[in-house]
């Protein structure tokens, strides 16, 4: 599939709202005005076809634009990903809305609980084409342990610094732990391990640096951490089923 550009982007958009009738304008317009509930449109196959400010600024979107078109396995890591398709799944094929669900997986990756409610969207003869999500940070009722608050710690760090040296023994000193206990902690609270994360978080450095410039594949490795081109390349055919190569003449931007 080609990368789309902005007019493409916002005619897709502008389409699907139009089948789904007045009122989904006017919920998107609405949610977009709203700084602490989060909200996002997709159709039937998963492509995001709408997103509000708040939900981009948790999940670490620049903008709405970027991600039109764009499903959650191209966006976040598989275990928050198919969490999310799951859910949706389960609307699109009952067409019931799945109400008050506690998010296993926060979309920011924090410790705090987040309350979804999803919602068929429907054409004008009834037909669910797509889904809604509108969710929440749940109030919550005691702080979090210290291992929830070495997470975000640890997590924050590798965002900023995924493209240094970085190994599991070097993430656990930051939390004064031992590499055993640390690598425990972190697969049970995020649901991957520490390299899992890791590698999502540069594969995801990695693809926009396909998809927004020329630089040859070796270079975009380095600088995303990779130890070399062919470890780069390895991972993310792993990751995506394609090389790095196939992947930007398929998502070249115009």
């Excluded at 240094?164 to 004064?176: F, G, R």
């Amino acid at each position: 599939m080609m990368a789309m550009n902005a007019k493409t982007k916002r005619k897709l958009q502008t389409d699907f709202l139009t089948k789904s009738g007045p009122n989904a304008r006017l919920l998107k317009d609405a949610m977009d005005c709203l700084p602490h509930v989060f909200f996002n449109m997709k159709d039937a196959q998963g492509r995001i076809m709408a997103i509000n400010p708040a939900n981009c600024e948790l999940c670490n979107i620049r903008s709405e634009l970027d991600v039109i078109g764009k499903t959650s396995i191209e966006l976040f890591p598989r275990v928050l990903a198919e969490s999310y398709r799951a859910a949706d799944q389960i609307v699109l094929n009952t067409g019931i809305p799945l109400l008050d669900t506690l998010e296993d997986h926060p979309a920011d990756r924090s410790t705090t609980e987040h309350v979804s409610n999803r919602f068929p969207v429907r054409n004008a003869e009834g037909v669910v084409i797509g889904t809604c999500c509108i969710y929440y940070r749940r109030p919550e009722r005691k702080g979090p342990t210290n291992w929830q608050r070495n997470m975000q710690t640890v997590t924050a760090y590798v965002d900023a610094h995924y493209a240094e040296k970085l190994d599991t023994p070097s993430l656990a000193k930051l939390v004064h732990a031992s590499t055993t206990s640390f690598h425990r902690q972190f697969a049970q609270i995020l649901g991957i391990t520490p390299n899992e994360y890791l590698t999502t978080v540069r594969l995801n450095a990695a693809r926009r640096l396909l998809e927004e410039t020329d630089r040859l594949v070796a270079d975009i490795a380095a600088d995303v951490g990779f130890h070399d081109q062919s470890h780069f390349t390895k991972a993310f055919k792993k990751a995506r089923g394609i090389t790095p190569g196939a992947y930007r003449r398929q998502h070249r931007r115009s």
